[in-house]
């Protein structure tokens, strides 16, 4: 059976689970890549990685929460090759919860898979044809239940979540898949800021082995570890006063990057 996904789309594809993913998918058979991040030297050295693994690949420096540069990119993207696969992956995460921190989180976190969703869809609402069309989103198991370690990461992924889930029925009738990825501890720039206890800490490449494998069945949801998705899934189902507390006894997520934010693929 021929790759369904010829030419992909990925937001922080620069390093961590953007990286991982670009690769994974070259080696799988794609013939084209696209990935966007801001810097133009870790772009460059994952296009090189793409093209080892046997995909031609282009980089373009740009920010996933400028809502204008990532629609024209979009655009010039799907002019260069139909796109079959949109991977909006691009994040961050903030230590100290200052205002200008929580406002990025929101931008990139949200307004960056907004900004890479909606022009994806508009693209593959024009087209028709028979090509395989689908979008993923990079939540978190952080977007189960409120956090109070990282409350804007934790909203932020929440959010992600929600909106995947929730886009996928009225996709799905215009022959559009929509995969929502929530993943634990994934060796990435803001795990690397971490300093509190990563349970089931995976590599980059390992996880992108099983997202790969999610996306290419189509699944709603794509949440690992199990052990991680289950205790998160149960935080959020105790009565509000338990959970809660409970919540608020868990180490703080990035303890290392408390004067500021640690992004992800970019």
């Known amino acids: ?5 010829k030419n992909i789309l990925v937001t922080g594809g620069s390093s961590g689970i953007g990286r991982a993913v670009a690769v994974e998918f070259a080696r799988r058979g ?16 994952a296009a090189e990685e793409c093209r080892r693994a046997g995909a031609a690949a282009s ?9 204008a540069r990532m629609r024209d990119w979009i655009a010039e993207c799907g002019s260069a090759a139909p796109l079959n696969l949109v991977f909006a992956n691009a994040g961050v995460a903030c230590g100290e919860e200052t205002d200008e921190n929580v406002r ?3 931008a990139v976190n949200v307004g960056g ?35 109070a ?10 959010a ?11 996709c799905a009738r215009s022959g559009i898949g929509v995969s929502v990825i929530c993943p634990g501890f994934v060796r990435s720039r803001i795990t690397d800021a971490n300093t509190c ?48 507390t409970l919540a608020s006894s868990l180490p703080e997520k990035a303890k290392g990057a408390r004067a500021g934010s640690s992004r992800e693929g970019v």
Not at 119 to 139: C, H, N, T, W, Y
Not at 162 to 168: A, P, Q
Not at 215 to 225: D, G, T
Request: aromatic residues 10%; glycine residues 8%.
């Open 104 to 106: 990025k989180t929101f």
């Open 197 to 244: 206890p990563m349970p089931f800490f995976m590599e980059a490449d390992r996880a992108a082995r099983r997202i790969c494998d999610g996306v290419l069945r189509n699944r709603a949801l794509i949440a690992f570890p199990w052990p991680m998705r289950f205790g998160a899934w149960l935080l959020s189902a105790l009565p509000h006063r338990i959970g809660l």
């Open 1 to 5: 059976m021929a790759f369904p996904f």
């Open 149 to 158: 370690a990282c409350p804007s990461y934790s909203a932020s992924k929440a």
């Open 59 to 67: 980089a373009a420096v740009a920010d996933v929460a400028d809502a």
């Open 160 to 170: 992600v979540k929600t909106w995947g889930l929730s886009l996928r029925p009225g």
């Open 30 to 45: 794609a013939e084209r890549i696209f990935i966007c991040g801001r810097d133009s030297a870790r772009l460059e050295e």
């Open 113 to 147: 898979v907004v900004n890479t969703v909606l022009p994806a869809l508009e693209l593959f609402k024009k087209d028709a044809g028979g090509a395989r069309r689908q979008i993923a989103m990079v939540s978190s198991i952080a977007g189960y239940g409120p956090l």
